[in-house]
């Protein structure tokens, strides 16, 4: 991901959040911190599908080699569960069907095992851009770099399906709270000008210690709310 092994959506938000706390410091920003939000919002989608993806095909699979064994099932599905179950609001809002069959099929109140075209449909390249999020961000599971070792002998998807995705930006920007387009576009504010770009005390002397927490958790209680 061009990012030396480093998890690519943990270097995104480390960067988002700077410039965030950057922003906060003088007045006249509320449109860029906006889009800081809506960036970060989508950036935390997608681990979370990413999770969904792997845990349910493992959890679907009846060869061994997936290491879904008749002792571990139970385990591998409440770890599809615990991903599948957290993004389902987020698919909800952009696909109300799709989140009722996934949330049916990896279901912990079942001994049957996940449907995995249920799941992979789920989160067709429509349903992510509804969602703020591109399908190139998400990846593929079984591609390279992206646990192909593990499924190097059985690919979750079929030769038609492994071809380069489209993104709709325009299904993208619609969606008013997470937009992954907006990561993109950020300039971080430079130091100086009354921009402090470190944690010494000369930035909690300007109460934007305070500023910054109340934002964020705003920023959070706002997204978990709605």
Known sequence: MGTGGRSKVNAELLYQFTAMQRYLQTAGNGEVLADIAKCIRAQFKVPLVQGCLSYAFQASSVDEIHGTTSDNVPKIKAEAWAFCSAVLPSLNEADPASAVLLRNTVTINSDARPDWAVVKAAFSTANLNKMGIKCEDIGILGSGGYNFDAFAVTLPYTNDELKICSDDTALISS???????????????????DIVCSSSSSLFSKSS?????????????FYSCR
């Open 175 to 193: 969606n008013p709270y997470a937009d992954i387009s907006k990561c993109a576009t950020l300039k971080m504010p430079r130091c100086g000008n």
């Open 209 to 221: 210690f305070t500023l910054i927490g109340g934002a964020l958790i705003s920023l959070f209680s």
